[in-house]
């Protein structure tokens, strides 16, 4: 599974909060069936008739792991306006995914989804969970379902796992978020035409409540026991709409209501400002229509998962958000965090868009993360980029990820991982290869998905080498595009770029690595040989050739 393709079949979805999820939910289950999980599938119908669907999904047996919860409804498109393409395109343009939903979820399920396919159930010692809600951008109704009647939740608080909630954090942890409390105060008049006297206009009984509630906006402004540092804004971000039914100026207004809506805060007293404001309102003879409210999300920062979770990202300190998550109805796990690719600032805009390289760094980090939790490989904290997993012999003895090499006077060599911003740099050092017809023609959009799985070589920070892996599933990758500028040829350039691209392919549970290439002798160095230790042999049949597929200006072989 590939995030990006993943992505891409979800932004597809048009799954607006107002209209049923049922779809997406459908095809999502399918690929979680596939991956191995069973699936247990929760199902309502909202107040406007639509059919709701969240799935709480697991693989592996007993308890304990670790939980992946998303949504895939998203905010409306009423205001779409991306030069990229539409809403639902996924298209994607200077190694950014555009469509509704690519940041504000369905990129963050995407990576995660690709993370679970690199994992062997079978290296699984502990559950794997994944939970995916409906709603959350409309009332968070998928994870109040979730959390009173999901069975296999009921084994995740229980079973004491430890939950990620892959919000866009831009891959940082974030331990405590805000929650959400919505207060309504109605007041009752009487309707009738504007020039009579039979009218009583409703808003002049809010009118002293309406000053209460300007004094405690500015209290919460000004009263540090109302604020709380950690996030910003620090403060419960108050905020007051009045409605009134009906709304011509010739009809005296029969209702009025007053919707406030507060932020809470970890360690702040709102639930003693949210009654006052109540017992406020009833004292001036108004009616309290409702009271809702979601505590905000706090993990300790001390909690051992917490501290496990800094040294696999490399940060230093945890943060907080001031938006709230599905998160605000899972309070009853002592193991919670948001962490996911991209940023909230990509999220619900006109043109919302993820890197392509926070998503493949996405999969990689929640690859690190399901591996730690629920795999009997044991991750090597202090080197949170990789995972302590034994390779095979040729792809042992290597000098770490970034290691400079000199050879004499020659300039010094960087080994580094290729990012989504490198796949210019690599199209033009592959393009002489490409024109001698030693290396096949790559689409910008093939290079975009392989540059990120792939390893440059620098010399004085150009690209003198490059070779990517291709990983098709658990079973099988393949070695491409791999190319050293010839003046660099004969120095070892070449066999280490194979070895890292190895090592990845290793790193990710791959069971065979295929390279084709007319230098036999050059890979059975580095431990390729014609046939696997079982005597199975590839065979290949050509059904059209490259100049017909490409072209007949390709012209271009594949190494």
């Not at 919460?220 to 709409?241: K, R």
């Not at 790193?507 to 199975?536: C, H, T, W």
Request: glycine letters at 8%; hydrophobic letters at 40%.
């Amino acid at each position: 599974m590939h995030a990006l393709r993943l992505a891409q079949e979800m932004i597809a979805h048009d799954s607006v909060s107002v209209r049923s999820n049922a779809p997406i939910a459908a095809q999502m289950r399918g690929w979680l069936e596939t991956l191995g999980f069973e699936i247990e599938q929760l199902e309502m119908t909202d107040g406007a008739g639509q059919l709701k669907v969240s799935l709480v999904a697991k693989r592996g047996k007993g308890s304990g792991g670790i939980a992946y919860f998303c949504h895939n409804d998203v905010v409306p498109v009423d205001d779409w306006n991306a030069a990229a393409g539409g809403p639902f395109s996924g298209a994607v343009r200077d190694g950014k995914l555009y469509g509704r939903g690519a940041c504000d979820m369905k990129g963050s399920a995407a990576a995660a989804l690709a993370a679970i396919s690199r994992i062997d159930p079978q290296e699984q010692a502990a559950p794997i969970y994944f939970v995916v809600t409906s709603d959350e951008e409309h009332g968070m109704h998928g994870a109040k379902l979730v959390s009173e009647r999901s069975k296999l939740f009921e084994e995740i608080v229980t079973g004491k796992t430890v939950g990620i909630i892959g919000e866009p954090t831009e891959l940082h942890v974030v331990s405590a978020h805000k929650g959400a409390c919505h207060m309504v105060v109605n007041s009752h008049g009487r309707s009738a035409h504007s020039s009579t006297a039979e009218g009583l206009n409703a808003n002049w009984q809010l009118i002293e409540f309406l000053k209460y509630v300007k004094q405690v906006q500015e209290r919460t402004q000004s009263d540090l026991t109302l604020q709380n540092d950690q996030f910003y804004p620090p403060t419960l971000s108050l905020n007051l709409v009045i409605k009134n039914r009906p709304a011509a100026s010739n009809i005296t207004v029969g209702h009025a209501s007053a919707q406030i809506f507060m932020r809470p805060m970890p360690n702040v007293p709102w639930e003693e400002l949210a009654r006052e404001m109540a017992q406020t309102a009833s004292a001036l003879g108004l009616e309290v229509g409702s009271v809702s409210s979601l505590p905000p999300l706090f993990t300790s920062p001390e909690r051992p998962f917490v501290q496990s979770a800094l040294k696999l990202t490399g940060d230093q300190s945890v943060g907080s958000v001031s938006y709230a998550t599905d998160g605000c109805w899972f309070t009853r796990l002592s193991d919670l965090i948001v962490i996911g690719p991209g940023s909230i600032q990509q999220a619900h805009r006109p043109d919302e868009w993820i890197s392509l390289e926070q998503l493949e760094k996405g999969v990689d980090l929640f690859e690190r993360f399901f591996r730690r939790f629920a795999t009997q490989y044991i991750t090597n904290l202090t080197t949170p980029s990789q995972e302590a997993i034994p390779l095979p012999s040729a792809a042992r003895s290597r000098p770490p990820m970034n290691v400079l090499l000199t050879r004499g006077s020659k300039p010094a060599i960087e080994y580094r991982r290729g990012t989504a911003q490198d796949v210019q740099a690599v199209n033009n050092f592959l393009k002489p290869f490409v024109n001698q017809r030693k290396l096949l023609r790559r689409t910008a959009s093939e290079l975009e998905l392989l540059v990120p799985s792939g390893f440059l070589a620098l010399a004085d920070g150009q690209v003198v080498g490059f070779s990517a892996v291709e990983i098709y599933s658990r079973k099988l990758a393949e070695i491409q595009c791999l190319a050293v500028e010839p003046k660099f040829q004969g120095q070892g350039l070449g066999s280490e770029l194979v070895r890292r691209c190895v090592e990845l392919a290793q790193q990710r549970g791959v069971m065979e690595v295929l390279a084709i290439s007319s230098s036999d002798s050059f890979l059975q160095k580095l431990g390729f040989n014609y046939s696997l230790p079982d005597q199975k042999r590839a065979l290949f049949c050509q059904l059209r050739s490259r100049d017909e597929v490409y072209g007949d200006d390709a012209r271009e072989e594949e190494e």
